[in-house]
């Protein structure tokens, strides 16, 4: 389907998704958000986002028949924003190939939104900064500020505020998705009432993380957000494990969940581990990624 009267020209971006190798909370705002610190990594999993320009409409298509196609869908969200924020004439068919599983701690979405802005500035030959990307970025999601660069970052604040960390050196990473979403404001709800928490020295990770080296760095991971998904879904801590116990260096669950992620120096050891979780009764879908700069 197209209403387009004309079609100009055409520019296809990845939109990658990322892991977590750290997430902490560090308190809640009077507005409500919440206060972050996360060492973001970017993998080479990734959805597809096609645009082409239009005299004036503004229409999505998704293969995934389960996303929204409207105003909610964070592709269109970044199209309207950015053709605002630069006064862009015309509008925008976007395609979206959607691999990333959604609602799956991810942060999919926000890779989608970030790759249409950089889809426009390539498309409208904008001479905009990643900087001034991240300005239209920060309005539209806590995590799609660090989509617009991706590779390893420092983000704090409530996601806006990013330091460059090296990249990490090629490391092999297993996601593994069990088939349920899960409600990121759920789980920073539910966040909110627990006391007594344990907190990840992000800090004392960042400086290991430096010596790219994963026996170093693994004793420090950590995602406080754990406390709240793993105690719902207990399933999370059995992948956590059996990733461990089948040849892993390191697992955790990303951002609010419920994807664990492994990460394994040796990728025919990463290989193995994911025919061995394939083999489990039916209970998740699984990537072979690596991190990506
Ligand atoms: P994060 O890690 O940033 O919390 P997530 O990976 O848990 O994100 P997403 O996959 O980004 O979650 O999507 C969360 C919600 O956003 C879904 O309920 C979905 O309906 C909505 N959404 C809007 N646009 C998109 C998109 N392009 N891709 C995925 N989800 C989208």
Redesign the pocket.
């Known amino acids: 389907m197209t209403t387009l009267k004309q079609v100009k020209e055409k520019v296809t971006e990845k939109a990658r998704a990322k892991i977590n190798i750290g997430l902490d909370i560090k308190g809640k705002r009077p507005d409500g958000y919440h206060e972050v610190c996360m060492i973001m990594q970017t993998v080479s999993l990734y959805d597809t986002v096609t645009l082409e320009k239009t005299e004036g409409e503004m229409i999505l298509e998704c293969d995934d028949p389960y996303?929204?196609t409207d105003e909610?869908?964070?592709?269109l969200k970044a199209a309207v924003a950015i053709k605002k924020k630069y006064e862009l004439p015309g509008g925008y068919k976007i395609s979206?190939k959607?691999r990333?599983?959604?609602?799956?701690?991810?942060?999919?979405?926000?890779a989608?939104?970030a790759a249409v802005l950089r889809a426009v500035r390539k498309l409208e030959g904008l001479r905009l900064t990643d900087r001034d990307l991240c300005r239209v970025a920060k309005t539209l999601?806590?995590?799609v500020s660090f989509c617009v660069r991706g590779g390893t970052a420092l983000s704090e604040g409530i996601g806006e505020l990013l330091t460059p960390l090296p990249d990490m050196e090629e490391v092999s990473v297993l996601l593994v998705n069990p088939d349920f979403?899960?409600?990121?404001a759920e789980v920073y709800k539910a966040y909110d009432e627990l006391s007594d928490i344990v907190h990840p020295d992000i800090n004392l990770l960042t400086d290991k993380l430096i010596s790219n080296d994963i026996t170093e760095f693994a004793p420090y991971m950590g995602n406080v957000l754990e406390n709240v998904t793993i105690p719902m879904h207990p399933e999370i801590q059995f992948i956590k494990d059996f990733l461990n116990e089948n040849g892993a260096d390191a697992s955790l669950m990303?951002?609010?969940g419920p994807t664990v992620f492994g990460l394994f120096r040796d990728p025919e050891k990463m290989e193995e581990c994911k025919k061995k979780v394939k083999e489990l009764d039916g209970i998740a879908t699984v990537f072979s990624t690596v991190v990506s700069p």
Do not use: E, H
Request: glycine fraction near 16%.
């Open positions: 996303l929204p909610n869908n964070l592709c979206l959607k990333i599983p959604v609602a799956a701690g991810l942060a999919g979405g926000s989608d939104a999601g806590a995590d979403p899960v409600s990121t990303s951002g609010s």
